[in-house]
């Protein structure tokens, strides 16, 4: 059973706009630490923005540069991504993923743009064209 799954992930041109949705089967919706990351391509995973708690804490990468917005829905164990004034540099496979390994799940380690997540899903591509 895949415990989060993707999907939003679309192509659009410079300055367009998405939003991602990553459903969460079982309890992981209710994980302390989630989050959203990508790579791109030759490139590394990396974390674009995590939710810690259910109070508003959060962590965005730098390059996000206020375009993005993280939101959870607990109720519907649903996480959100909505991405705005994109750019080819956004371009990549997106993620979500749910729960830092045992011991370390504090908010400052969440919220430290740590990417060894327990729980992933499969990935949504986003393609953004000059």
């Known amino acids: 059973q895949v415990p989060l799954v993707e999907s939003g992930g679309d192509s659009v041109q410079t300055g367009g706009s998405l939003k991602l949705s990553c459903i969460a089967s079982?309890?992981?919706?209710?994980?302390?630490?989630v989050g959203w990351f990508r790579q791109r391509p030759g490139k590394e995973r990396e974390a674009v923005a995590a939710?810690?708690?259910?109070?508003?804490?959060?962590f965005y990468a730098t390059f996000v540069k206020g375009r993005f917005t993280i939101s959870r829905d607990t109720a519907k164990n649903t996480l959100s991504l909505w991405m705005n004034s994109l750019t080819p540099e956004d371009t990549g496979i997106y993620y979500c993923a749910a729960e830092l390994p045992a011991g370390m799940g504090s908010k400052r380690v969440c919220l430290s743009g740590r990417t060894d997540f327990v729980y992933w899903g499969q990935g949504t591509q986003v393609t953004v064209s000059s």
């Open positions: 939710i810690y708690g259910f109070s508003g804490s959060y």
């Open positions: 079982g309890g992981i919706g209710s994980s302390d630490c």
